[in-house]
């Protein structure tokens, strides 16, 4: 029974399955029923500027800052270095001052202790 | 009515440098010819700000002249000098000195040393400003046959300071603070000590 009734369902998948030539027009019609074929667009990518600067936002502003750092930390010592120099310059010449004061104090000095000799004429006061 | 704000302006723009000088500050000539022929020169111009970073770069530890100058320097607000060193005799003009020591006979200075030694064709002028018994000005005109000088300190002096560098830049005791005159004709002393000087 079971046997018979495998056979039968088996021809008539078969004859179900089987081919069959298409109606008449049938592609024509089928192609006429597509919609009509759209034209392809082009469109531009813009990528994202968020993901980028999410991505390098912290290692870019810890580089900026470090960079600054290093440049001011530059412009710093620079700074130091020209005043200091400056500094030098300027003691030099506070002590070169002071060594012609003293000189010219020494030769007063010395014009008003050295009495006036015989034929000598000098002022003092 | 406009006229006259003109002039005020005009005379407070006029007047605005003199105001700005410090009290016992010389006004200095620039000497340009003076420099072109001298075969010498020591131009010192040290303002307060000047000043000031001279005094802290004064290594006082290391060098007892340093020290000294660093004692005196911290009242002072401007040291001036110019110094001429000439290779023929009298080759700068005795006008350019003459305006300075015009602006000497202003009221506060007093004239505390006027040596001249014909033998050695010396002057030496030493003024002092003085406002009260504190000296605020120390000037100096010295004229040789080949040198030139003028110095002007601006500042409070002590003139203790002064007698403190005694034996360090070899200032003598001009014992300007008593006002008496030096004693005359002594032999010349050994090389005085800071501790002599007070």
Redo the contacts between chains.
Sequence with gaps: MNENFANEFERELRRRLRPVEAPEGFAERLMAALPPEKKSTVVAFIPKASRPVRQFGVPAALAASLLGAVLFGMHVANERVI??Q???A??Q???????????????????????PTAG?????? | MNARVAYVIAALLLAGPTFAQTKGQLQLPEFAALAEKASETVNVTLDANLLRMACRFLNADADPEQAAAKKLCTGLTGIYVRHYTFDTDYAYPKGDIDGVRRQLNAPGWSRIVEARSKKENTNVDVFLLLNGDKAQGLSIIASEPREFTIVNVVGSIDLEQIHELEGKFGVPNLEIETGKKPAPAKPPAPEKTPEKAR
């Design positions: 005043e200091e400056k500094g030098i300027a003691s010449q506070l002590m070169q001052a002071l060594r012609v004061t003293s000189q010219k104090l020494d030769l007063a000095y010395e014009a008003v202790n050295n009495p000598d004429e000098e002022n003092r006061s």
